[in-house]
């Protein structure tokens, strides 16, 4: 239901852009984001769209660094991630929620797409 792309390998100071298509329901229709896991940390949110007023939040550590957007016509969320540092390096998972807010248990999530940060 949720399909994601756009990770890969990139040096410190890079840039990527993860996307994530929807198939069989809108994403304007739900709060939708960005997690990510690292290896041996917790999960944690990125950033995310709410579904009412598409307020935009993020994790202060990408503030002013990531930015997320939606494509309504092609049914898909942008991440676009600049000047990343190693310590962005994890696997990082779309989701959608049907609440006014992006919550620690949406409703789908994404197969997620490993962004590392490495020279």
């Known amino acids: 239901q949720l399909q994601a792309s756009g990770g890969g390998l990139v040096q410190p100071g890079g840039s990527l852009r993860p996307s994530c298509a929807a198939s069989?329901?809108?994403?304007?229709?739900?709060?939708i984001g960005w997690f990510r896991q690292a290896p041996g940390k917790e999960r944690e949110g990125v950033s995310c769209i709410g579904k009412r007023d598409g307020t935009t939040d993020y994790l202060d550590s990408v503030k002013g660094r990531f930015t997320i957007s939606r494509d309504d016509v092609k049914n898909t969320v942008f991440l676009q991630m600049n000047s990343l540092k190693p310590e962005d390096t994890a696997v990082y998972y779309c989701a959608a929620d049907r609440s006014q807010i992006l919550t620690s248990h949406p409703n789908y999530w994404g197969q997620g797409t490993l962004v590392t940060v490495s020279s």
């Open positions: 069989k329901f809108m994403l304007a229709n739900y709060a």
